[in-house]
C-alpha cells in the first residue's frame, strides 16, 4: 500500500465527530431548556456562541457551561470536531444563515469528511406562544404609530362592533380562511383595549368623556384580562375543575347561571342584559332569562309589529332558536332570490 493509500485509509477511519446547533424559542424563558440539551451542552468538548449577549448564556454559565465567544465559520466548525469531537453552537435569534450556508456548501462539494450534524430544539413553543409575540407586536405599535397612540376606549368601540359582525358573516358563511382572519380581527380588539388600559388615566386627566375624572382609573394589563378569564371558567366549570356532576348540556348551563347569580349578585334576571343589542336578540335574551329563573311573567300585548316580533322571538328562544341567525339567514336567501331576479350572479364571498 502506498503512502498516499495509507494516509487516505488513515484520515477515512478517523472519527469525524458532531455539530449541533442547538436552537432555542424566545417565547420560552432562558436556562428552560429541555434534558437533552443540558446532557448535550454538559458533554460537549466546545461550546460557540457568536453573540455575547445571547440570553441563555447567564444560565449556562451559571449551569458550569463554558462557552466561547467566536463567530466559527464552517471550514473552522468542521476542524474543531476533528478526532470525534463534539462541538454545539447556539445560533441567534434569527439564526445563522452563513454558517449554515458554508456548511451545506462543504457537505455538498464532496471534498471533506464531514462531521455528523444535527439540529437540536433546546425548548419548544407550548401553545398560544404566539401570543406573546402578539401582545410585543401590539406594544410596540400602541408606541410609535401615531394613529395608534392616540386611540381610546371610546374611539375604538365601533370597531368592536364591526369586527363582531364580519366574524358572525364569516360563520355564516362557512369559510375556514376568513374565519381564521376575523378571528385575528376580534383578538386584536381585545389585545388594544388592553393595551390602552396599560396606560390608566393619570389623576388630573381629563378623562375619555372630556371631563376631569378626578382620579386614574386603575390600569390592567392582558395578563390581568386572561388571568380573570381563567379564574372565571374555572370557577363556573365546577364539573370540570370541580367535584360537581353535569351530564348534559342543560345541566352545564344550570351550573352556570347558578354561578354567575352568586358572583354578580343581581336583583333582576335582567340585570347584565345589554339593551344596545339588536331587538331580536334583546328580546330573545330577556325570554331566556325569565324562562330560566323560572319568572312567570306574561308578554305585554299591544297594537304594532313590535309586539309581534317579541312573541316570534320569545317562541323562538323557547324552542332552541337563535332568532337574529334564523331572521338572517332567511334575509340572505332573500337578498339572493333579489339578485336572481334582477340577472345577477351570487355576491362574491
Known amino acids: 500500500m502506498t503512502d498516499h493509500s495509507q494516509s487516505t485509509a488513515a484520515a477515512a477511519a478517523e472519527p469525524t465527530g458532531r455539530i449541533v446547533l442547538l436552537t432555542t424559542s424566545h417565547r420560552v424563558a432562558p436556562g428552560v431548556l429541555s434534558w437533552p440539551a443540558w446532557q448535550t451542552l454538559h458533554a460537549a468538548d466546545r461550546v460557540l456562541c457568536a453573540d455575547p449577549g445571547h440570553p441563555q448564556l447567564p444560565y449556562l454559565r451559571e449551569a458550569g457551561v463554558e462557552v466561547e465567544h467566536t463567530a ?67 406594544d410596540r405599535v400602541r408606541r410609535e404609530c401615531p394613529w395608534t397612540s392616540r386611540q381610546t376606549h371610546r374611539g375604538l368601540a365601533k370597531y368592536a362592533i364591526e369586527e363582531a359582525y364580519e366574524l358572525v358573516e364569516a360563520i355564516e358563511d362557512g369559510d375556514r380562511e376568513e374565519l381564521r382572519e376575523e378571528l385575528g380581527d376580534v383578538l386584536l380588539q381585545v389585545v388594544f383595549h388592553a393595551r390602552i388600559a396599560e396606560e390608566g388615566i393619570p389623576a388630573g386627566e381629563d378623562g375619555e368623556d372630556g371631563e376631569d375624572d378626578g382620579e386614574a382609573l386603575g390600569a390592567f394589563s392582558i395578563d390581568d384580562v386572561a388571568g380573570a378569564l381563567v379564574q372565571k371558567l374555572i370557577h363556573r366549570h365546577p ?111
Do not use: N
Request: a negative charge.
Open 239 to 349: 364539573h370540570v375543575f370541580g367535584d360537581e356532576q353535569a351530564e348534559t348540556p342543560e345541566d352545564v348551563h344550570a351550573h352556570w347561571q347558578r354561578t354567575k347569580a352568586v358572583e354578580k349578585r343581581r336583583e333582576s334576571v335582567t340585570d347584565g342584559v345589554p339593551v344596545g343589542q339588536p331587538g331580536l336578540a334583546l328580546a330573545a335574551k330577556l325570554a331566556g332569562r325569565a324562562r330560566a329563573g323560572g319568572v312567570a311573567v306574561e308578554l305585554p300585548r299591544g297594537e304594532g309589529i313590535g309586539y309581534e316580533l317579541l312573541e316570534l322571538a320569545a317562541r323562538a328562544e323557547a324552542e332552541g332558536v337563535d332568532p337574529e341567525t334564523a331572521l338572517r339567514a332567511a334575509a340572505r336567501v332573500y337578498r339572493d332570490a333579489i339578485r336572481a331576479a334582477e340577472g345577477v350572479g351570487a355576491p362574491a364571498r
Open 72 to 138: 466559527a465559520d464552517a471550514h473552522e466548525l468542521v476542524a474543531a470536531c476533528a478526532g470525534g469531537r463534539t462541538v454545539v453552537v447556539l445560533p441567534g435569534g434569527e439564526g445563522d444563515q452563513r454558517l449554515t450556508d458554508g456548511l451545506a456548501r462543504l457537505a455538498g462539494s464532496g471534498r471533506v469528511s464531514m462531521p455528523d450534524l444535527e439540529l437540536l430544539p433546546g425548548s419548544y413553543d407550548l401553545p398560544g406562544a404566539r401570543l406573546l409575540d402578539l401582545v410585543q407586536v401590539m
